[in-house]
Antibody, heavy 123, light 107 residues
Framework: EVQLLESGGGLVQPGGSLRLSCAAS????????MSWVRQAPGKGLEWVSV????????QYADSVKGRFTISRDSSTNTLYLQMNSLRGEDTAVYYC????????????????WGQGTLVTVSS | EIVLTQSPATLSLSPGERATLSCRAS??????LAWYQQKPGQAPRLLIF???NRATGIPARFSGSGSGTDFTLTISSLEPEDFAVYYC?????????FGQGTRLEIK
């Protein structure tokens, strides 16, 4: 059974840093692209970052480029999001999400999501 | 960045009725449009990918159509569990973008 479990959220001051983790089970991160998607309180979904199945070619939303870094540890099957220079507008629930694959093709849409971890940036 | 505009913002219908939700892209996304359902306190659930393909395990009452800039999600006969917020998402161009959502509420 595919499961994604995020952790690492919390309250941080503006300008601070946090590292989010997403422990994956039931599949290998080496086989699927993975993304982070966030949702500010009461708002819609915003894609944040993606890392390919090979571990390369990271992409970022302009709103986080230069501040956030996506990475993974294949030995522990864990996805990470290092968040630096945090701002109030980064306050959100952060979800990790797995790319959907079917019949040998994979798509940049998301079929499994974690439960989310809340990041609050406030003084 | 491709902007996705969903309409209406809120749709009020009764169980058993047909729901039609729209998503318009600011430029062509070909058929690279997906739909998600999100219930309060839950993560989104993938319903449709590439405009008209149901994801694994999605009931046949959900269908998607469209191409280019105009897309529709149709729920043929609403079940009580279908009342939720629905988002569209394009994967045609980076960055991936989502629409602002349509809230489907019980009338």
């Amino acid at each position: 059974e595919v499961q994604l479990l995020e952790s690492g959220g919390g309250l941080v001051q503006p300008g601070g840093s946090l590292r989010l983790s997403c422990a994956a089970s039931g599949f290998s991160l080496r086989s699927f692209a993975m993304s982070w998607v966030r949702q500010a309180p009461g708002k819609g979904l915003e894609w944040v970052s993606v890392i390919s199945s090979s571990g390369g070619s990271p992409q970022y939303a302009d709103s986080v480029k230069g501040r956030f870094t996506i990475s993974r540890d294949s030995s522990t099957n864990t996805l990470y999001l290092q968040m630096n220079s945090l701002r109030g507008e980064d306050t959100a629930v952060y979800y990790c999400a797995k790319a959907y694959c079917s019949a040998g093709s994979c798509y940049s849409v998301f079929d499994y999501w974690g439960q989310g971890t809340l990041v609050t940036v406030s003084s | 960045e491709i902007v996705l505009t969903q309409s209406p913002a809120t749709l009020s219908l009764s169980p058993g009725e047909r729901a039609t939700l729209s998503c318009r892209a600011s430029q062509s996304v070909s058929s690279y449009l997906a739909w998600y359902q999100q219930k309060p306190g839950q993560a989104p659930r993938l319903l449709i990918f590439d405009a008209s393909n149901r994801a694994t395990g999605i009931p046949a009452r959900f269908s998607g159509s469209g191409s280019g800039t105009d897309f529709t999600l149709t729920i043929s006969s609403l079940e009580p569990e279908d009342f939720a917020v629905y988002y569209c998402q394009q994967r045609s161009n980076w960055p991936i973008t989502f629409g602002q959502g349509t809230r489907l509420e019980i009338k």
